[in-house]
């Protein structure tokens, strides 16, 4: 007999877009009100597909899950130190609900053949462009923006970029030769 599957957490059910919304930096790690503020809404959510192996969660399914496991660690504490324990759970809801934004990023640009585009997020998300044979570890981006752009204009400001550049590239190419014609004494043809 065939199990039914449960579909991927809706990121628009209003209980988990409320988790994943929430500002827990506000609560300045103060467990308990945290626990507070997100039980409700934990009690709201849908119950989550059971995970299976080589299965990967949404940033959604992960942030319900950690939730859950936030408050009930703050009702029960457990292990040896259960400050730790409800702290791990924290950054790790800090960091579904990061994924979750950047996803909404990435799906709302789309994809740019010829280019890598990153989303980072410090203080506030930032969108992170380059050329595709760039390494992204090892050299800087041609651009960074904030993460509020069309993808329009970023379609514009990327032929803008590269067409700066390659004007750049000549006309610094032809300043060179030039500069070295007079150098060597050579006359221009």
Same mark, same amino acid.
Request: charge should be negative; charged fraction near 30%.
């Given at each position: *007999?065939?199990?039914?599957?449960?579909?991927?957490?809706?990121? +628009?059910?209003? /209980?988990?877009?409320?988790i994943l919304a929430i500002d827990l930096?506000?609560?300045? +790690?103060?467990?308990?009100?945290?626990?507070?503020?997100?039980? &409700?809404?934990?009690?709201? /959510?849908?119950?989550?597909?059971?995970?299976?192996?080589?299965?990967?969660?949404? &940033?959604?399914?992960e942030a319900c899950a950690t939730a859950? /496991?936030?408050?009930?660690?703050?009702?029960?504490?457990?292990?040896? !130190? %259960?400050? *730790?324990?409800?702290?791990?759970?924290?950054?790790?809801?800090?960091?579904?609900?990061?994924?979750?934004?950047?996803?909404?990023?990435?799906?709302?640009?789309?994809?740019? %053949?010829?280019?890598?585009?990153?989303?980072?997020?410090?203080?506030? &998300?930032?969108? *992170?462009?380059? %050329?595709?044979?760039?390494?992204? !570890?090892?050299?800087? %981006? *041609?651009?960074? $923006?904030?993460?509020?752009?069309?993808?329009?204009?970023?379609? +514009?400001?990327?032929? /803008?970029?590269?067409?700066?550049?390659?004007?750049?590239?000549?006309?610094?190419?032809?300043?060179?030769?030039?500069? $070295?014609?007079?150098?060597?004494?050579?006359?221009?043809?």
């Amino acid at each position: *007999m065939k199990t039914k599957k449960t579909k991927h957490a809706d990121p +628009n059910h209003k /209980a988990i877009a409320a988790i994943l919304a929430i500002d827990l930096d506000a609560f300045e +790690n103060d467990h308990a009100r945290i626990a507070a503020a997100l039980e &409700p809404f934990v009690a709201a /959510a849908p119950a989550l597909r059971e995970w299976e192996q080589d299965d990967v969660w949404t &940033p959604a399914e992960e942030a319900c899950a950690t939730a859950s /496991a936030l408050v009930r660690d703050v009702k029960v504490p457990v292990g040896k !130190d %259960p400050w *730790m324990n409800v702290q791990n759970q924290l950054d790790r809801l800090r960091r579904s609900q990061v994924a979750h934004r950047d996803g909404l990023i990435y799906e709302r640009l789309g994809e740019f %053949p010829g280019y890598k585009i990153r989303v980072r997020d410090c203080l506030h &998300p930032r969108i *992170m462009i380059w %050329p595709k044979e760039v390494s992204t !570890d090892l050299e800087a %981006p *041609m651009l960074t $923006l904030d993460s509020d752009i069309t993808r329009h204009e970023l379609q +514009n400001l990327i032929y /803008a970029w590269k067409d700066g550049h390659s004007r750049g590239l000549n006309e610094g190419t032809k300043h060179i030769q030039r500069r $070295l014609r007079d150098l060597l004494g050579i006359e221009a043809d």
